[in-house]
Structure formats: structure tokens, C-alpha cells
């Protein structure tokens, strides 16, 4: 019966330490932190592209299709993150996150169907010929508590397939880290 309990705990353990492994090497945070970091003002060159943060800053309303500016949820603090972007390939995807300390947004939700068009771009995609520069631009929703531990954004670009529309995981991409500092505070 005692070596059972011995047993128990031994199995009990591992499946622990399994666990622990498991998320922490699952989650974005370690993914993130495992790309290359392009500093400030450089820029990050690619087989598929090559791209430049060009903006952080704080925004304290984002310009409304219907009127009156769309403000942040109570305790939040909208960001607007601009990267140029040069597509070496027809058919350039991109996807983007802001990304600080362990964490990774991902679009502004509370007002992404009254935002501006004008502030939101994507990559080229099929429209832009090849060595054409476009600027890409997101707007983040991100709690004011958190402005500090802003590090850059998270660009991920691949090329698309005939059908393609969005940027799919599975296939082969190239991924950075473009650092930048925060402004308009």
C-alpha cells in the first residue's frame, strides 16, 4: 500500500511539472521572447519584406466614421502603433500585436467598428506591387496601469496563397520584435 502512495505522488509530480512546462512554453510570452528584437530606428530586413516601427504613441480619442471621437473604456488608453512595411513579394500578409512585459494585444475591441478607416492599413497583399512601401497601422487598447511596460510590437509577415486572406500559422513566416519607445504622454 506504501510503495502505491509513493507511486501516487511520484505520477503526481510529473504530471505538475508536465503542466508548468506546458503553458509556459505554449504561451505568446515565450514566444515573443525568443524572436529577434530590432532596436529603434532600424530596420528589420527580411526575405519577404523589410519593416520599420515608426510610431507608438498615446491617443486620447481615435477620430469617429460618425462624428464625435471614440474614447477608451474606463481605465484604458488607446495606442496607435505605425510600421512601414516594403513587400519583396506579391501577396505579403502581415499580422501585428503591441506587446509588453509577458502580455500581447491584439486590436482595440470596444471600438473597432467605429474607428476611422483611415487609421487602420494592412499589408499589401495582392494589391501593391513588389518594393512598394505602405504604412501599416493598428490602434491598441491597452489599461493605462500597463503604458510603462510597452516594449514595441510583435510583426509577423508571410506570403499569401491564391486564396489566402489572413495570415495563417501554420505556414512558414518571419517573425520579429520592432522595440520602440512611447509617446504623447
Not at 51 to 63: D, H, Y
Not at 68 to 92: C, H, K, M, S, Y
Not at 98 to 113: H, N, T
Request: with cysteine; hydrophobic share 45%; aromatic share 8%.
Amino acid at each position: 500500500m506504501k510503495r502505491w502512495f509513493i507511486v501516487g505522488w511520484v505520477a503526481l509530480g510529473v504530471i505538475a511539472v508536465a503542466w508548468v512546462l506546458i503553458i509556459r512554453f505554449s504561451s505568446a510570452a515565450w514566444a515573443v521572447e525568443n524572436l529577434p528584437r530590432v532596436p529603434e530606428s532600424q530596420t528589420w530586413d527580411t526575405r519577404l519584406a523589410q519593416a520599420q516601427l515608426t510610431q507608438m504613441m498615446v491617443l486620447e480619442g481615435v477620430p469617429s466614421t460618425w462624428g464625435d471621437p471614440t474614447l477608451p473604456v474606463e481605465g484604458a488608453t488607446f495606442v496607435l502603433v505605425t510600421v512601414d512595411v516594403t513587400n519583396r513579394v506579391e501577396g505579403l500578409l502581415c499580422d501585428l500585436s503591441l506587446i509588453g512585459d509577458g502580455r500581447e494585444w491584439y486590436m482595440a475591441v470596444s471600438a473597432a467598428s467605429n474607428i476611422d478607416e483611415s487609421y487602420l492599413t494592412s499589408c499589401p497583399g495582392d494589391d501593391v506591387p513588389s518594393t512598394q512601401t505602405i504604412t501599416l497601422g493598428r490602434i491598441f487598447e491597452v489599461p493605462t496601469s500597463l503604458l510603462d511596460e510597452l516594449e514595441g510590437v510583435h510583426l509577423g509577415v508571410a506570403q499569401a496563397s491564391d486564396k489566402d486572406t489572413f495570415l495563417d500559422f501554420n505556414r512558414p513566416q518571419e517573425e520579429a520584435v520592432l522595440t520602440g519607445v512611447l509617446s504623447g504622454r
